[in-house]
């Protein structure tokens, strides 16, 4: 099975726009399928297609992969740069410069940099350093956030240096932190009194520090 015929199956299974899959059977090229993606990615990553899709893709990326990388998309690999696929990966990936990585499955990534890293499912980790900055929706996601990088979204966070999160469901324990904006009914386990912001049902506690014996 091709890129093009998964794509399509997925189109049906979600029922896709008229308009993105007459453009998806347009294409004629990896090259050109891919830059339809690109064009439609945020619609696709919340959507049952990109959970058809990526079922199948690392199948194909092997023999593919060359036309792939150049349209800075990449699977299950480290990148600087362009959109990072991650479905299924046995290793730990960092990602840094300006690239966007996307979680399908249970995962642990590191971004530095000014990167980005997107999940919506349980399981993975996620370790944003430098200037990065997380998406998350699931609070079975754990989430570390140092330096000056940020995240925002439901999680299980811990943060230090000069994190900046905004949380809206799940826990956060506070080692240091720029900025904290909890609502929803996220919880702050933290002793700071300043850089914290709660609104909605979101409460704070105080965070028990357990001295050396």
Known sequence: MNLKEICRQACHERNACKSGYE????????GQLLQVWRDNWQDIFSSKFADVMVKNITK???????????????VNEPSERGLVIISGAEEPIMVGGTARAYIFSPATVTAIDNAQVYCRTAGSTIILRGHSHGGIDNVETHVEVREFASANGSMDCETWQAAEVSITYGKLKDNGHRRIIASGGAIVYSNAIKGIELSGEAVQHSLEIKSEE
Not at 23 to 30: G, Q, R, S, Y
Not at 60 to 74: G, P, Q, W
Request: charged share 15%; glycine share 0%; hydrophobic share 50%.
């Open 23 to 30: 453009a998806l059977l347009a294409t004629e090229n990896i």
């Open 60 to 74: 194909i990326y092997a023999t593919s992969k060359a036309e792939f990388n150049a349209a800075d998309v990449y």
